[in-house]
């Protein structure tokens, strides 16, 4: 029988940022803001539980003056998921607000894509508008975990378990992943950084933060394939989450929304 999952996005920070600022292109949008909310993901089945992605802490928050809503640690357990006990966890890429937090993660094995890895402690991080989104002592916590034997590698497109796998699509940056997961509604994939808005898959206009412009809009090409439809595509950073998706319970409105029941459209 195939597994299926519940699956959630559970927001943590969120930015306020002008309009323009997320297009690389000249666009037609409104002359206002155009927030940025800060999510990590949870997939859950009653044999195992997937954490995709890590958010970042309050020094991180306070010196890149993010609004940090919560500790990630504390939106999971919103969700009856103990970090501690987490045995998988997807970094889709090693930017400052997808990989912090590994600490919390004490039994956790890291997948992460060989590129990535090689990407952020390359020659490129000689650039510091490349290296900008990178926190570097994120990226030395990962290299530690790697010397623990903590993190699995891959290579392109991975079968991570019945249900879950991860997709080499780079452009934001170079080796970013993007994770498909079986639901009850079908086939979704969180894009994570693939996408930030459905505005930028919607206009073709991508968000300017990319190592690849080329690589991010195939990437999206990607996404479709992968997704049973656009609807099941999650954009990485879109308010519109929050407001598409319903909450889990009363309780949690405004904290974490479901993915795996189709969105209020």
Known sequence: MSTTYELYAVKYAEFSRPAAENFAFAADVHDGPMPLDFFTWVAKSPERTFIIDTGFDEPTAQRRARALLRNPREGYATLDVDAGRVEDVIVTHLHHDHAGN??????????????????????????????MPFDVENVVD?????????????????????????????????????????????WVVVASDAIHFYANIETGNPFPIVFNVGDMMEGWA????????????????DPLVMQRYPAPSADLEGIAVRLDVPPRM
């Open 142 to 186: 990962m290299v530690r975990e790697v010397y623990r034997g903590r993190v699995a590698f891959h290579a392109g497109d991975a079968e991570i378990s019945d249900g879950i796998s991860v997709h080499l699509v780079g452009g934001h940056s170079h080796g970013l992943q993007v994770v498909r997961v079986r639901t009850e509604r079908g």
């Open 102 to 131: 590994l600490g919390i993660f004490s039994r956790a094995r890291f997948h992460l894509q060989d590129r990535e890895m090689a990407y952020a402690t390359g020659r490129h991080m000689c650039h510091a508008r490349l290296r």
């Open 222 to 237: 990607t996404c479709r394939r992968l997704a049973d439809s656009e609807h099941h595509i999650v954009p990485g950073h």
